[in-house]
């Protein structure tokens, strides 16, 4: 149908159906907050978020061992509770841990 009008489009590498997970930072990654959780993962920390359309939940404060982290998100699991939380990284504000943070310095 489109074969006339576009006739050597290809997708970009990347872009949008290919998964994004990278295992650990290599000496050629950014320093993005979804990378410094991953290097974290299995850490426990308290996650401060605020949900600015919410009156109930406006600052909250999620406590847990980071289970994974991604671009967009955070999973984190509360062992004294048993609850699982999946939280979009654009809510969260910042995190707070009672141990050192792993944290690659040679970019």
């Not at 159906?17 to 993005?32: I, V």
């Not at 289970?67 to 990284?89: F, V």
Request: proline fraction near 6%.
């Amino acid at each position: 149908m489109n074969n006339n009008y576009y006739p050597n489009y290809s997708m970009p590498s990347g872009y949008p159906n290919q998964e994004y997970a990278p295992t650990a930072m290599n000496t050629n990654e950014q320093s993005y907050i979804e990378n410094i959780l991953r290097l974290n993962k299995g850490k426990l920390g308290k996650f401060y978020c605020t949900f600015p359309d919410s009156n109930e939940w406006r600052d909250t404060v999620f406590s847990g061992i980071i289970e994974q982290a991604a671009r967009d998100h955070l999973i984190i699991s509360n062992p004294s509770t048993g609850k699982w939380y999946l939280i979009q990284m654009i809510y969260l504000n910042y995190c707070e841990f009672d141990e050192k943070i792993n944290y690659l310095t040679n970019f």
